[in-house]
């Protein structure tokens, strides 16, 4: 036994030994020189384009440290998918323990490498221990999208020796014919997922539609168009033309010829929206927007890739949609606009309300969010004309730094404060004669929701009177802000099932209604837009997602409601604790480096025995916001594997782990569970999208996380 863990239940074939089909003899490799070597595991070499064509047995196509499990079922899989939902309903799966490998695909085969766990052996052997074989030539062996709100993809296949000889550690395992081994991959990057089941399914005999048909919503109109012929000798280079520009100035003329285009896209596209491509399955959204890979190459498959999804998922259609970022205002019943108030900050100090003691204070409001720092990690900004400004766009080095700065300022916050949390900002009252008026002027007070009064004094009248009116705008604002993203939340879950709770009609009679409309899973639903907004693909604010969730640490131990916030590059959790409408900081930072994030079953199979019942039927549940739900529990789960790093904000040079974590280096894993499936999959893409640039901001030591570590000749 090579790994940690309890013993490995995957079974071997006999006569299915790895290696013994299309050997190249031993004098042609000996023969290999200059060119000839480049791209084979001699050289060590990885494919530029990821593609098979071209290349010899042996040869390098991808390569990638991903998390992976393994499981064995030892009646044969006969079905031509195996996605999340086939896997409820198996029975009498035998499992291993979560892993990281290093994952080589060598064109008709793909290696699981990991570290021994003898410590040297490495440095003796001079490669990693290979683990499992996947042969690509069976027929036997199925690609499918395991998950696409994680865009992980699972490989069933017959099992393989992965050694030529049964001696060693893996003799004594019982080696049976029938069968099938089930290894399902997740990879830090989404996009780099997307490469691997593209290629893979090309590889597999997967086969490109003539044309393919894009849907947009709005106008509910489909525009089809031709895919070019695909060459197998010369691999995907025809598809450089369906690129993502391409196609969606060829849907964008198309579109123009139908009646309502200038109402309902012209004029958006003139409010500042762009279209854009995406990929939905049912409710979930995932952008195109990414046209090059993690190496800073053209993916020429970036639009096409998502047909593999179309294998698994009948209901998955590519669509061009209005991208927007996250709304700065709102319209209220009566038809007015309310525009989002702008911020306030500033150095204050805090009445104690029993011994009159002030404490000295920075506050910082963030999206709804009113947070606490102390003086000393306050960042205030800084004076005009002070900040350097390196490129000719001076207003988008100004926003950076004040999106940096605000990441800092929630990193070092100790405690905050829903601003939904407070019924009224008025001047503070002296509770004595004594106290001078002008000190009286200056202080105002905060009415919580509590029943407490928080009161603060400001440096001048001036200053005070401003705290005042901003913060009671912001209240108003945001107040209004949660009311309709509760509502638009509410019309999404409708969308895919019908309401829990009948609406009923005081003064008329139900039975002379007609019936609710019927869940449409196709339905166009505009609020998506806000739900995958743009702001967290260019992490363009300091807060990319914030929300109310249930965490706890570890696989065990009670869920704590918490504040969640997710900054560039980390997780922040606020603890709350009831009859407080301060919420306090939690040390722990989870920082999104070389970190994983995985949901649903996938999860679920993580947790200790007793903990999940996949049998458990789900419970309706209505929340205080009138949200309504009876998702079961896996779908509300979501868990990031972690390493800790010390907590930087992002954008410094020192935020930059400069060591390289082994394969079985140990890891942290935080468990979050939400109220719906909806919010479940929003945060499991903000997450996947903000890992996946930072991916791309670290490219070099990716690459050297991606070739570290030696792989036997072959």
Aim: hydrophobic residues 35%; glycine residues 6%; charged residues 25%.
């Amino acid at each position: 036994m090579h790994g940690k863990g309890p013993a490995r239940f995957i079974h071997y074939e006999d006569e299915a030994i790895a290696g013994d089909e299309d050997v190249v003899p031993p004098a042609e490799v000996l023969e290999r020189t200059g060119s000839a070597v480049d791209g084979t595991s001699a050289g060590a070499a990885v494919s530029d384009g990821g593609s098979s064509v071209g290349l010899n047995w042996g040869d390098i196509v991808l390569r990638d440290r991903m998390l992976v499990r393994v499981s064995y079922s030892k009646t044969e899989i006969t079905g031509k998918h195996f996605d999340e939902t086939i896997h409820r309903t198996t029975r009498n799966l035998r499992y291993e323990d979560w892993a990281e490998f290093m994952v080589v695909w060598r064109k008709d085969r793909i290696e699981l490498y990991e570290d021994y766990n003898m410590p040297g052996k490495e440095w003796i052997t001079g490669h990693k221990h290979l683990s499992f074989v996947i042969l690509l030539k069976s027929t036997k062996t199925r690609l499918s999208i395991y998950s696409f709100v994680d865009m992980t993809f699972c490989i069933t296949a017959p099992p393989t020796n992965p050694r030529r000889t049964t001696s060693g550690s893996h003799s004594i395992f019982h080696r049976e014919k029938e069968g099938t081994n089930i290894f399902v991959f997740k990879t830090k990057s989404r996009t780099r997922a997307y490469d691997w089941t593209w290629h893979l399914w090309r590889h597999l005999g997967g086969i490109i539609p003539r044309n393919i048909e894009i849907c947009n919503p709005a106008l509910n109109t489909k525009v089809r168009i031709d895919i070019p012929e695909v060459d197998p000798a010369k691999g995907d280079e025809a598809l450089s033309v369906f690129n993502r520009e391409n196609v969606i100035e060829l849907c964008t003329e198309a579109l123009r010829s139908v009646g309502d285009w200038k109402t309902v896209i012209e004029r958006q596209i003139d409010n500042g929206k762009n279209l854009e491509l995406a990929w939905r399955v049912g409710s979930h959204v995932d952008w195109i927007w990414l046209s090059d890979d993690t190496e800073g190459r053209p993916r020429k498959w970036a639009v096409l890739c998502g047909l593999v999804l179309r294998e698994s998922m009948k209901s998955a259609a590519l669509e061009i949609r209005l991208a927007e970022h996250f709304p700065n205002s709102i319209h209220l019943k009566d038809g007015n606009r309310l525009l989002e108030p702008p911020a306030i900050e500033g150095y204050l100090e805090r009445i104690k309300p029993n011994t009159q003691m002030k404490q000295s204070l920075y506050l910082s409001t963030h999206d709804g969010n009113l947070f606490t720092l102390s003086p000393a990690a306050a960042h205030p900004p800084d004076p005009p004309g002070l900040l350097p400004v390196h490129t000719d766009s001076p207003g988008k080095c100004l926003r950076e730094a004040e999106r940096i700065r605000g990441t800092k300022q929630i990193m070092g916050a100790f405690g905050v404060s829903d601003l939904r949390s407070i019924l009224l900002v008025q001047e503070g009252l002296a509770k004595s004669q004594d106290k001078p008026r002008l000190k009286m002027k200056r202080s105002f007070e905060l009415l919580l929701t509590t029943g407490h009064v928080v009161r603060f004094e400001a440096h001048s009248r001036r200053l005070a009177v401003e705290w005042i009116e901003r913060l009671r705008a912001l209240v108003v604002y945001w107040k209004q802000r949660h009311r309709l993203d509760a509502r638009e939340e509410m019309d999404l879950a409708q969308a895919r099932r019908p309401r829990l709770t009948p609406h009923t009609h005081v003064f008329l009679n139900d039975g002379n209604l007609p019936p609710e409309t019927p869940a449409d899973a196709a339905a166009p639903l505009p609020a998506l837009g806000t739900l995958y907004n743009w702001c967290v693909l260019d992490g363009c604010k300091s807060i990319l997602r914030g929300g109310k969730v249930y965490t706890r640490q570890g696989l065990r131990g009670q869920y704590k409601l918490v504040q969640l916030f997710l900054i560039p590059g980390y997780l922040v959790q606020f603890r709350i604790n009831p009859g407080s409408s301060l919420h306090s900081s939690v040390k722990r930072k989870i920082s999104l480096i070389d970190a994983y994030v995985c949901s649903g079953y996938f999860a679920a199979l993580a947790l200790p025995r007793g903990q999940y019942n996949p049998s458990a039927g789900a419970a309706p549940r209505r929340y205080q916001d009138g949200l309504e739900a009876d998702d079961p529990e896996e779908d509300m789960l979501f868990m990031v594997w972690y390493r800790p790093h010390t907590p930087v904000a992002q954008g410094t040079e020192s935020s930059i782990p400069k060591t390289v974590p082994a394969l079985s280096a140990k890891r942290k894993l935080s468990i979050f569970r939400t109220r719906s499936k909806l919010e479940r999959d929003a945060w499991c893409w903000a997450l996947n999208s903000e890992i996946e640039r930072m991916v791309r901001a670290e490219k070099d030591r990716e690459n050297i996380l991606r070739t570290t570590g030696k792989l036997p000749d072959i």
